[in-house]
Structures are given as C-alpha cells and as structure tokens.
C-alpha cells in the first residue's frame, strides 16, 4: 500500500488475502459472540464490528491510500480508533489486535510501526484486563506474544525480500556483463578476422595481380619488337591469374592455401622462388638449414605468406638481382631470412599503412610474426641492400582471450 512496498507476487498477494480475511472472521467471531452469548450492548457491538469491517475494506480500495504512506496510516489509525471502540465494549476485539500487528508493521516505517505494535498490545492487555476486572501475567502473554510473532515475521520477510532483490540485481548484473562481454569478443573477432583477411588478399590477391601488371606491361613493351617475349609474358601472366583465382576460392572455401596442398613448407617455399625468378628479372634462390620439423598449419601459412610479401616488395621496389630465401630450423625456433642486392631504404623513414597504396607489406608481416609469438626485423640502408628475418617458435603460445578495441 505505500509507496516502499515491495511490487506484489503471488505469495504475497496470497498473504493479504489470508491477512483480510483473518480481519473479517475475527470481527464477525466478535459480533456473533455478542450476539449468541447474550453480552451487554449486543447491537451497539454488532454495529461497531460492521463499521469497523467496512472501514478497513474502504481502505484498500482507495488509490490514495495505496500510494501515500500518510493517507495508510491516517486509514491506519481510522480502523485503530475503531477497533478501541470495540475492544471498550467486548473482550472478543483482543484477537483483532494480531492482524492489526502485520498492518501496522507493514504500512509505517519501521520504528513507528514498533512503537505501534506495543502501543497496541498494551491496549490489548488493558481492554482484556478491564473486561475481567483483575490482571495477571497471563493475560499480558498472549498479546505479547502475538506481538513478538508478528515483529519476527515482518522484518524475517522484508530481509529475505532484501536478499532477494539484491540477488535478482546481481543476477541482472551478470546478464548485462555476460551480453556485453560477447559484444565486446563478437566484434574484437570480426576486427581480428578483418585484419587478418586484409593480410592474406595483400600478400596474395594484391601481390598476384601487382605480378599480372607487371607482366603485362612487360609484354607491352616487347611486342613491337620481340613477339615471342611477348608471348611468354603474356603465358606467365595467364599463370599468374590462375594461380590468384585458386586464391580466390581458396576464401570462398576456407581451405589450406594452395602452394602447401600437397607439399611441405620448403617444396611450397623453393617453388615461389622458382616462379618469381621465371616471371621476373630476379633470381631468387631457397635454402635449407638445419633438420626439418613438423610446423603447425599456422606457422607454415605465416611463413609462406611472409615470403611471397617480401619477395613481392622486392620485385617491386628493391630493383634488386638477387634475392635468397633461407629457411632455418634451429632448435625450438623457426627462421626466415630474405637478403636481396637490391637499392634498399631507410627502415625510420617509411610512411605509414596505407592499403589503398599498397603499403601493407612490412606491417602485415610484422602482424603475422607477433600473432605466433615470434618477432620480425628489417635491416637495410640505401645502396645496401635489405635483410629481412622472421623467427617463430615452433610451439605456438597460448590464446589470449580477444579485447574490445575503442
């Protein structure tokens, strides 16, 4: 009824009604008793009990009353003042101070309610006493402990409504925090496989197609001239967007990149230095160290996509001759080393990432490395050439779980 109450249940709506009903029996015990035992003022009893039911049921039923906590106790103390009218005339009234208890504990704070309580035992005690014309301490033990019993069960019920709703905002907390992790892991793996996805169409799509224009551009220049140059660029390019186009499925499937179907991260590693020297003026040269161990998918795909990248870079702007590829097994680590003749730069003055200029390589290789635990170097200076080195670990690092980026 006042504003403080907890928003009724079932259970507690069941309650009420055992709680309006127990009023209304004990008021009609009390008029029928007067009525059936011959008690003084049987009429006047009758009518007060009358008064006193249709005063508590008009309560309830008034909005007022139900969302102010000054009108419930100003009802309150209506039905309080009747029922000391019907205690004055009856001894019956005493049994209606226990649901009077549960009202007066449930509508007024918490130390009005107390102080409501005893005043209404004490009334109790001093209407039954005066109705039997003596006093004993038996008298003060009933309503007394009705009293007691009721005290106890309010404030048992508002704490375990207090626990309870402490544990539904928790559990509400929780639910909120779950749904916003997985938000937060959904789009850090939607960012992650964006990342990863942009590495693999540049060291791939890019690369293959930056080979086609390549190509091409050299067969332009040989027609007028040599014809059959001519045609073996235009044969290499064809090969080339072969070789991009089961890149391409190779996406729309997600299955193991081509070049290692079928061979091992050294046989995948000399063919595209084999092809790289046929379809450019490069010479690109494998080697082999060290005994061969078993690599994880991960680590193979890595590696051969650092390779093709660097290779890339080197046709493109290294204006090199020479280039060799290494790949070295040295105890619980793996190595890739690229070394070319060419021009080379100044690792402090590279701009940054643009993908839409092609300037993805160094940074996409770097991601490759760090994302398996592994580092990756550059070493170069104008006129000197370029190193390039990739050491990964042979056992792979334990996941992280994924973060939310800003």
Sequence with gaps: MNTAAPAPTPTTRALTWCLHLLVVGLLAL?????????????????????????????????????????????WLAAV???????????????????????????????????????????????????????FGPAM?????????????????????????????????????TRADLAAAQHTAGVLAERDRLAREIHDTLAQ????????????????????????????QARQAAVDNLAEARRFVAALTPPPLEGTTLAGALERLCATTSARHRLTAR???TGDPAPLATAHEVALLRIAQSALANTVRHAEATTADVTLGYLGDHV???????????????????????????????????????????????????????????????????????P
Excluded: K
């Excluded at 009293?147 to 544990?167: D, F, I, M, P, T």
């Design 30 to 74: 009390a008029a029928g008793r007067a009525v059936t035992e011959d008690r003084p003022h049987p009429a006047l009893i009758v009518a007060v009990s009358a008064a006193c039911g249709v005063l508590y049921a008009v309560g309830p039923a008034l909005p007022r009353v139900r969302r102010s906590r000054r009108a419930a106790a100003l």
């Design 80 to 134: 309080g003042v009747c029922w000391l009218v019907l205690l004055a005339l009856t001894p019956d009234a005493v049994w209606v101070a226990f649901p009077l208890y549960f009202l007066q504990l449930h509508l007024l704070p918490r130390r009005a309610g107390t102080a409501a309580v005893a005043a209404t035992a004490a009334a109790a005690v001093v209407g039954f006493a005066a109705h039997q014309d003596a």
């Design 140 to 176: 003060a033990i009933g309503p007394a402990l009705g009293a007691a019993v009721a005290v106890a069960v309010v404030w048992g019920y508002q704490a375990l409504y207090r626990e309870s709703e402490q544990r539904r905002r928790l559990i509400e907390e929780l639910t909120t």
């Design 208 to 235: 293959g197609l930056s080979s086609i224009q390549l190509l091409l551009r050299a067969a332009e220049r040989a027609l007028p001239q040599a014809p059959q140059n001519a045609s073996r660029y235009v044969e």
């Design 286 to 288: 494998f080697h082999l």
């Design 335 to 405: 190595t890739l080393d690229l070394v070319d003749d060419g021009r080379g730069f100044d690792p402090d003055l590279l701009p940054a990432p643009d993908p839409e200029a092609g300037g993805f390589g160094l940074a996409g290789m770097r991601a490759r490395a760090d994302a398996l635990g592994g580092t990756l170097t550059v070493t170069s200076a104008p006129g000197h050439g370029t190193a390039l080195a990739a050491r990964l670990p042979l056992t792979p690092p334990p996941p992280n779980p994924p973060e939310a980026r």
